[in-house]
Nanobody, 129 residues
Framework: QVQLVQSGGGSVQAGGSLRLSCAAF????????MGWFRQAPGKEREGVAG????????YYADSVKGRFTISQDNTKKTLYLQMNNLKPEDTAMYYC??????????????????????WGQGTQVTVSS
């Protein structure tokens, strides 16, 4: 049974940093692509960052480029999102997600929530000004 368990998040002032983690259980991690998404109240879920299982291809939303970094530790089957220089507009519920690698054809596809099959439980990130 595929399970994604998230940790991290919390509240921080603008300019601060947070790191999110997503531990994967129940599948061969190296066969999957992973992504981070966020959803603010009243808004649609949007792609933040994504990564191929081999780490060779990544995706970042324009709004987070240069501030957020996606990474993974395949031995620990864990995905990370390092968020620096946080802004109030980054406030949202953040989700990690996974999908079989064979279904992804482009880097841009990593940022599309409909392309993913499995989801973490979500973790709140709140950035105050």
């Amino acid at each position: 049974q595929v399970q994604l368990v998230q940790s991290g998040g919390g509240s921080v002032q603008a300019g601060g940093s947070l790191r999110l983690s997503c531990a994967a259980f129940g599948y061969t991690y190296s066969n999957y692509c992973m992504g981070w998404f966020r959803q603010a109240p009243g808004k649609e879920r949007e792609g933040v960052a994504g990564i191929y299982s081999d780490g060779g291809t990544t995706y970042y939303a324009d709004s987070v480029k240069g501030r957020f970094t996606i990474s993974q530790d395949n031995t620990k089957k864990t995905l990370y999102l390092q968020m620096n220089n946080l802004k109030p507009e980054d406030t949202a519920m953040y989700y990690c997600a996974a999908v079989l690698r064979v279904t992804m054809t482009t880097a841009q596809a990593l940022g599309v929530p409909e392309n993913y099959e499995y989801w973490g439980q979500g973790t709140q990130v709140t950035v105050s000004s």
